[in-house]
């Protein structure tokens, strides 16, 4: 069906737009008069140069993570902290959109932990996360989802993190309003 496709379409525009802290109203009148192709091409050229530069700053960030992290990672059983705030869990990998930050206050001890390990500063509303498939026993975020729009930024990091999420791991997700999360999650 001509609709149902286009609807598609317009969603996958969304998500990308998303990911590049867009917005697809701003390109036409609710996505009722946009060129598809177009856009989609215009997406497309700039997804690629914005992921380019975001990949290469996380990369660099992934260097400074321990040589144990990075060996749970390959095994599968590394742990993971989603927006992590100031509290950097030692042994996990933290993750916060101002995680640039928490690394000064790791040095002049203002984090509520003083771990060596991974801080790493990136959007998780927009990023995908720098880790392999099936990378992670544990996924633990609390306090963060909520401070996302849903159901798109929402979507991305749920889907980033169940795809690094090992065959078995746990997903604990911690939000003040579970009842609306999970009727979401049910309705889809």
Known sequence: DEVET???????????????????????????????????????SLYAKTCSKKEEDIASQMTMMSTSLREECRQGVAKLHLGCGKNVMPGWINV????????????TGLAEHDSPDCVISMN????????????????????????????????ILMEEALRVLAPGGILRVVVPDAEKWMKSYVTR
Request: aromatic share 4%.
């Open 6 to 44: 286009r609807s598609r379409r317009l969603v996958k525009m969304s998500l990308m737009l998303a990911r590049l802290g867009g917005d697809l109203e701003a390109l036409g009148r609710g996505g009722l008069d946009i060129d598809i192709e177009r856009v989609e091409r215009e997406i497309d």
């Open 124 to 155: 998780l509303a927009t990023t995908p996360l720098p880790l392999d498939d099936g990378s992670c026993q544990y996924v633990y975020t609390s306090h963060m989802l909520e401070h996302l729009s849903h159901p798109v930024e929402t979507s």
């Open 96 to 107: 916060d959109l101002y995680g640039w930050r928490l690394r000064g206050m790791k040095e």
